[in-house]
């Protein structure tokens, strides 16, 4: 079944990219202990609708830590993004940028960090630009996601920091009763508890900043 639906999309659409094992290998908590071969593909141009993107991440383990998206920032002038879990079982992990009092960012510094447990048609309306962010998969079948970010020919998308911290600021693992935990990535410093929120929790909060900026 799994590999099935994994060769459908190859056939109906147009191939973005994907994402091997060997490059999630650089923001996974344990990556000598290996697991699927690839992590993720990500599909373009799925719709002349809002979505855009279609991302499809393999279920399964890396060690302990769910199979997950890299996990970027918007440099993109673009304000915010969307995302809708289409089938399976995800958590989308939101970090926000930590800027001192001069206004220079910390990268290796989080001001705040979400989790949000969705269910399939669970929507992330305003994805402000200043979260990094990424999806696991932390169910038994392929988790598939849309999105409605819009190339523009310039790059959109920065993973450096990601890559340099050795990824997001907590890893999502499976903990020895088999149940969902985190972990924190001690390459941060002074990592802030986690919030867990609903999806709906999470659009409020946005959408009231938004509104306060525009004002």
Do not use: C
Not at 100 to 110: A, F, H, L, S, Y
């Amino acid at each position: 079944m799994e590999v099935n639906s994994i060769k459908m999309y190859h056939v109906f659409m147009k191939l973005k990219s994907k994402r091997a094992f060997a490059e999630l290998a650089e923001v996974l908590k344990n990556p000598e202990e290996g697991g699927p071969e690839i992590a993720y593909w990500v599909f373009e141009d799925i719709s002349s609708s809002k979505w855009k993107n279609l991302t499809l991440i393999t279920p399964g383990r890396y060690g302990d830590e769910y199979p997950k998206t890299y996990g970027h920032y918007h440099t993109s002038e673009q304000m915010f993004e969307s995302s809708k879990l289409i089938s399976g079982e995800g958590i989308f992990l939101l970090q926000k940028k930590f800027y001192d009092r001069n206004g220079n960012w910390i990268q290796n510094r989080v001001e705040s960090v979400y989790f949000i447990q969705a269910m399939p048609g669970d929507e992330m309306v305003y994805i402000p630009r200043e979260f990094a962010h990424s999806w696991s998969n932390v169910g038994n079948l392929p988790l598939i996601t849309y999105d409605d970010w819009i190339e523009t020919g310039q790059p959109t998308h920065t993973y450096a920091e990601i890559r340099n911290l050795k990824g997001m600021a907590y890893y999502l693992v499976e903990n020895p009763n088999g149940q969902i935990d985190y972990v924190s990535n001690l390459n941060y410093i002074d990592n802030p508890e986690p919030k867990w929120v609903t999806p709906e929790e999470f659009n409020y909060l946005t959408q009231n900043k938004y509104h306060e900026k525009k004002q």
